[in-house]
């Protein structure tokens, strides 16, 4: 007999700005026990350093937080230079102190340059990625290290906002799967100092940017205003998360054949590829049109 999970049968995607000093999953739980959900989930881990956006899914929303997870993400950083630690990050234990010599704007430029544009990364030790179905951070945390595999990424834009003696404080707007810490790191090297992430803040996570976000503060404190419905207003619609993909519109003869899960033919006039699917104006789902104008459930929403 299937797992039943308790709680509110609840849809739809809450912003939050994650605060500092928790996982992404213990927020998540205290985010799910505030809503009273029976389903949640987030979408793309931040480290217990980093704060910033962090979209969390319930119910049906789950269904689709892949295509978030998929989505490009943008962070402030500032690197401390002169310091190497074994997580890359503050929380790790110093490994080495250097000199950090006088720098001037032009040689740091040229230094990030060298990072821009598409190149590859090998993840983190410290990461969330998973080696024989367990987190890195874990394997790492224990001494074993284990071989990665350099992963493709782009970094789209990566801007000086400022320097001190010994810091540097970037703006970086990059695709999925980027870490910032080995981002640092790489430029410490460079630089021939060493760097490791000392604040780390995420301000955009696909189309969601960080002044749309709510504190876990805020939302306590509605929840002792106004119990459930005021902290539901909170919550946008199962569809935002899709914003990027076109939008299909079905009349309700078509959509009978959908939400069977068949393919049915579309008029022409829409781009093959992947889309949202609305029938009569209500989201339905996910499809993909082919080449003859044929429209294929892909992931279907369920309002139950």
Do not use: W
């Not at 269904?63 to 230079?81: C, E, G, I, P």
């Not at 821009?116 to 987190?135: D, N, T, V």
């Amino acid at each position: 007999m299937a797992r039943r999970h308790k709680g509110r049968l609840l849809n739809g995607v809450l912003l939050l700005d994650k605060p500092m000093g928790l996982s992404s999953n213990d927020v998540l739980q205290r985010v799910r026990r505030l809503y009273g959900a029976a389903k949640a989930g987030h979408t793309g881990s931040l480290d217990p350093l980093a704060t910033g956006v962090l979209p969390i899914c319930f119910g049906e929303a789950t269904k689709f937080s892949q295509y978030l997870l998929d989505a490009d993400k943008a962070y402030v950083t500032t690197a401390t230079l002169g310091v190497v630690t074994t997580t890359s990050d503050s929380e790790g234990e110093i490994l080495r102190t250097n000199v950090v010599p006088e720098y001037s704007k032009d040689f740091i430029e040229d230094v990030l340059n060298q990072f821009r544009g598409e190149s590859q990364q090998i993840p983190s030790m410290f990461s969330a990625l998973k080696h024989h179905g367990r987190p890195l951070y874990e394997l790492a945390r224990r001494g074993v290290e284990v071989e990665r595999e350099a992963r493709s990424i782009n970094i789209s834009s990566l801007t000086l906002l400022g320097s001190t003696s010994d810091t540097l404080s970037l703006e970086v707007y990059c695709s999925k799967g980027t870490y910032i810490r080995n981002l640092v790191e790489d430029i410490g090297e460079v630089l021939g100092c060493g760097a490791h992430v000392s604040m780390l803040r995420r301000i955009k996570a696909g189309p969601f940017g960080i002044d749309e976000c709510f504190t876990l503060e805020q939302l306590i404190d509605q929840r002792a205003q106004g119990g459930g419905a005021l902290i539901d207003m909170n919550l946008l619609p199962v569809d935002v998360v899709l914003a990027d993909f076109p939008k299909i519109s079905i009349n309700s003869e078509l959509g009978r054949s959908i939400l069977h899960g068949q393919p049915v033919k579309i008029p022409s006039g829409f781009m093959p590829g992947m889309g949202r699917i609305y029938i009569e104006g209500d989201f339905v789902g996910m499809g993909e049109v082919d080449q003859d104008d044929v429209l294929a459930p892909k992931r279907l929403f369920s309002s139950n």
